[in-house]
């Protein structure tokens, strides 16, 4: 069944494009879960399926409400959030010149310093919140793709969607969008000139940190290259098979039909929490894209809609009195006396989270050690910043 055009996101996601089961008239879909489809008596394969490997029919639903919410063209789901960004590097060729940022997504730099290098990708760290940086690094006809992430992973880091898709164009490169974070909720990186949308599904759209799974979006594509790179996406995730299960997607497209709630909630009390501790005693600095001096505020205004997002950074002070000398002990110390965040990694679930991100990321990591990455959930907003307050005052006793 079509998608109706004129559906808010709100109403896209609560019905899931209101896709109703043709063969049972259920509201809810059934979970395909064949591995191979019957061929047609003369050797032909007329259904368009053929082995679940490169497509299935528990995907569609997904898909198609992703591509409804980013204004895009078409979806492909993937086993994991890397599963979908490595399919986008996997599809260019040894020797093409890729950017992507300094501040990023950890486990996704991490692949692209170490195999798409020896692979021969030739990959370029940049400061991608300085379209100067952007513009100095591009090499026309030999730059393929810029990736970037807005807010990225743990400062909040805003890029400027459009400045970088004009500038990535304008020397023949696709940019790609890591959008996990924003949700197409917030930001529609497509219909601001991006060619290709990642989201990391396992966190907001799913919402429920009960699966792993990724997608890719692509917007109708602008040109040859663009055409075929999403091709070769799609050989990718058949070959490899980076391809999600069919129970992970219908739990995917359970999940997203609570989406504009959950964001909206997370959105609103992520503001609060970094509005009450900014300027606080114990925390020498808030990084979240809602507050006003934040560097990347005004860029976040403009193309975020509706919210900042439900991830922000506090830094905590070093204690004075007890045995926490640096701000590194003491934001270990309040992570270990939070009751309410739990103490995990990951983002965009209905529980909030909190995380002492260079005890994640290791040598090299631009968190600084006195960070505690946050991601709100959507328990009661007052008792996240009780629960916050109460392991700030403990871990400085
Ligand atoms: C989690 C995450 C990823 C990777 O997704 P997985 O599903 O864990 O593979 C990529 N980008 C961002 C911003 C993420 O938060």
Not at 100 to 119: D, E, F, G, I, K
Not at 141 to 150: C, D, H, Q
Not at 335 to 353: D, N, P
Request: contains cysteine.
């Amino acid at each position: 069944m079509p998608p109706m055009n004129n559906w808010s996101p709100d109403s896209i996601a609560a019905q899931a494009l209101g896709w109703v089961d043709e063969q049972t008239r259920a509201i809810t879909p059934p979970i395909h879960v064949s591995s191979t489809y019957l061929r047609d008596p003369d050797n032909q394969y007329r259904s368009g399926r053929v082995y679940a490997r490169a497509d299935n029919p528990a995907f569609d639903q997904a898909e198609a409400v992703i591509t409804a919410l980013e204004g895009a063209q078409e979806t492909l789901l993937f086993a994991s959030g890397m599963a979908a960004a490595t399919a986008v590097f996997q599809a260019l060729q040894p020797g093409d010149h890729v950017l992507a940022p300094q501040v990023m997504y950890w486990s996704l730099r991490n692949w692209l310093m170490s195999h798409a290098t020896r692979w021969g990708l030739d990959v370029q760290l940049i400061d991608m919140a300085s379209p100067a940086a952007v513009q100095a690094a591009l090499r026309p006809g030999k730059t393929r793709l810029v990736w970037i992430e807005t807010p990225a992973n743990p400062l909040w880091t805003v890029t400027d969607i459009a400045a970088t898709a004009e500038l990535a164009h304008a020397a023949g490169a696709l940019l790609a969008v890591d959008s996990t974070v924003a949700t197409p909720l917030l930001t529609q990186p497509l219909a601001l000139g991006a060619d290709l949308v990642m989201h990391a599904a396992t966190k907001y759209l799913n919402g429920h940190s009960d699966l792993i799974a990724g997608s890719l979006s692509t917007g109708a594509p602008r040109s040859e290259a663009a055409s075929a790179h999403w091709q070769q996406v799609r050989k990718v995730r058949a070959q490899i098979g980076g391809t999600l299960g069919s129970f992970e997607a219908w739990l995917l497209l359970r999940g997203l039909r609570t989406l504009h709630l959950r964001v909206r909630a997370a959105c609103a009390s992520a503001q609060r929490v970094a509005e009450h501790f900014d300027g606080h005693p114990l925390v020498a600095e808030v990084l979240y894209p809602g507050l006003p001096r934040f560097p990347g505020h005004a860029i976040a205004q403009r193309q975020m809609k509706g919210g900042f997002g439900g991830m922000l950074s506090l830094r905590v002070k070093g204690g004075v009195n007890g045995g926490v000398n640096g701000g590194e002990a003491a934001a270990i110390a309040v992570a270990a006396h939070t009751q309410l965040w739990k103490r995990a990694t990951s983002l965009g679930g209905t529980e909030s989270l909190i995380e002492h991100r260079a005890s994640v990321e290791g040598a090299g990591t631009p968190a600084p050690p006195d960070l505690l990455r946050l991601s709100v959930g959507i328990e009661h907003v007052d008792d996240l910043i009780a629960d916050l307050e109460a392991a700030l005052q403990r871990a400085h006793a």
